[in-house]
């Protein structure tokens, strides 16, 4: 199976900026639509944003249009997250996710790292 690690997340003031990794393990992370959901505590896990397996089209969910940015190398098998403007709306766990479809729904995902902590304070 897929393991999936993220790593870069962190404590960081409102109007800062982190940049989130995933490290995928395996030869064929390009065959996978990757996409960033996030989960705060006592809310459902919610899309953020997905990436098409060569990297070409990408999709946002409304409320980080503008703000985040996320991107594949398919050399490294890493997918990022660049997250900025960031809102304490934003706090929540962040989590990677790999899939055979592009699809904003989670069910459409089968493989997902342990999620990374982003705070953002006022």
């Known amino acids: 199976q897929v393991h999936l690690v993220e790593s870069g997340g962190g404590l960081v003031q409102a109007g800062g900026f982190l940049r989130l990794s995933c490290a995928a393990s395996?030869?064929?992370?390009?065959?996978?639509?990757m996409g960033w959901f996030r989960q705060a505590p006592g809310k459902e896990r919610e899309f953020v944003a997905r990436?098409?397996?060569?990297?070409?089209?990408?999709y946002y969910a409304d409320s980080v249009k503008g703000r985040f940015t996320i991107s594949r190398d398919n050399t490294e098998n890493t997918v990022y997250l660049q997250m900025n403007s960031l809102k304490p709306e934003d706090t929540a766990v962040y989590y990677c996710?790999?899939?055979?479809?592009?699809?904003?729904?989670?069910?459409?995902?089968?493989?997902w790292g342990q999620g990374t902590q982003v705070t953002v304070s006022s």
């Open positions: 996710a790999a899939g055979v479809s592009a699809s904003y729904s989670r069910l459409a995902y089968d493989y």
């Open positions: 990436i098409s397996r060569s990297g070409g089209a990408t």
């Open positions: 395996g030869r064929t992370f390009s065959t996978y639509y």
